[in-house]
């Protein structure tokens, strides 16, 4: 037995509650099995906009504990820093390595990257004998202090940067350094031969390179900080 919808006249089976044509709800015709299964239309539920900001903040947060935990951010590129010679890992030191000072050796001709990496690891095994506790050592490490350089300061960063290496590969529009962190850091080494401590008294600089942290290499020279 068949009804007919309401809305648009299509013939439906008796023992279907909606339309298969408009969707239009339908109630049973007259004379049907009342213990007949009626399948009904059930319209989905609509999203509650209003719960889009609580969702989206809630998930900020949780993206923001996630860095904190994993160390993200300049702390993040400190601890790759004294990963990397901890674990005698050239790689990782390269890649905390600002990418202009890379270019800058690759285009000038100076080293290519296995010579850079091999640089590398010459840096760590000079860090090795600067901290003279042998093999196998373990680094521990305290920022003490920090200071945030003000915008112009920034700015002459950038400049220096620029004018000493970046300036030959790259146009000035195409190289930004964004933010930084001058880092006052006591280090603690404990190896097979012993133990060592110190800091550096100059400050241990980090820097935002067109958006990612980098670590120094290189030399630099402004009115707030200098490693010549």
């Given at each position: 037995?068949?009804?007919?919808?309401?809305?648009?006249?299509?013939?439906?089976?008796?023992?279907v509650?909606?339309?298969?044509?408009?969707?239009?709800?339908?109630?049973?015709?007259?004379?049907?099995?009342?213990?007949?299964?009626?399948?009904?239309y059930?319209?989905?539920k609509?999203?509650?906009?209003?719960?889009i900001?609580?969702?989206?903040?809630v998930?900020a947060?949780?993206?923001i504990?996630?860095?904190?935990?994993?160390?993200?951010?300049?702390k993040?590129?400190?601890?790759?820093?004294f990963?990397?010679?901890?674990?005698?890992?050239?790689?990782?030191?390269?890649?905390?390595?600002?990418?202009y000072?890379?270019?800058?050796?690759?285009a000038?001709?100076?080293?290519?990257e296995d010579?850079?990496?091999?640089?590398?690891?010459?840096?760590?095994?000079?860090?090795?004998d600067r901290?003279?506790?042998?093999?196998?050592i373990?680094i521990?490490y305290?920022?003490?202090?920090?200071?945030?350089?003000?915008?112009d300061?920034?700015?002459s960063?950038?400049?220096?940067?620029?004018?000493?290496?970046?300036?030959?590969?790259?146009?000035?529009d195409?190289?930004k350094?964004t933010?930084?962190?001058?880092?006052y850091?006591?280090?603690?080494?404990?190896?097979e031969?012993?133990?060592?401590?110190?800091?550096?008294?100059?400050?241990f600089?980090?820097?935002?390179?067109?958006?990612e942290?980098?670590v120094?290499?290189?030399d630099?020279?402004?009115?707030?900080?200098s490693?010549?």
């Amino acid at each position: 037995m068949s009804k007919y919808c309401g809305k648009c006249g299509t013939s439906i089976p008796d023992n279907v509650g909606f339309c298969p044509e408009c969707g239009e709800k339908c109630l049973p015709s007259v004379g049907s099995n009342d213990n007949a299964q009626q399948t009904f239309y059930k319209p989905p539920k609509k999203f509650n906009k209003k719960l889009i900001y609580p969702i989206l903040a809630v998930i900020a947060v949780i993206i923001i504990v996630v860095v904190i935990i994993s160390g993200g951010g300049y702390k993040g590129v400190v601890k790759d820093y004294f990963s990397a010679i901890e674990k005698n890992n050239a790689r990782q030191m390269l890649s905390i390595a600002p990418e202009y000072w890379k270019d800058y050796q690759y285009a000038d001709g100076t080293w290519s990257e296995d010579e850079l990496i091999d640089e590398m690891y010459d840096f760590i095994e000079n860090a090795y004998d600067r901290y003279d506790c042998g093999e196998n050592i373990k680094i521990t490490y305290e920022i003490t202090s920090e200071y945030k350089p003000t915008k112009d300061e920034i700015e002459s960063l950038e400049y220096v940067m620029y004018d000493w290496y970046a300036y030959y590969v790259y146009d000035k529009d195409d190289f930004k350094i964004t933010d930084a962190r001058l880092l006052y850091i006591n280090v603690s080494v404990e190896g097979e031969d012993g133990k060592d401590s110190f800091y550096y008294p100059d400050g241990f600089l980090v820097f935002k390179e067109n958006g990612e942290w980098k670590v120094l290499f290189g030399d630099v020279s402004t009115s707030w900080y200098s490693n010549q």
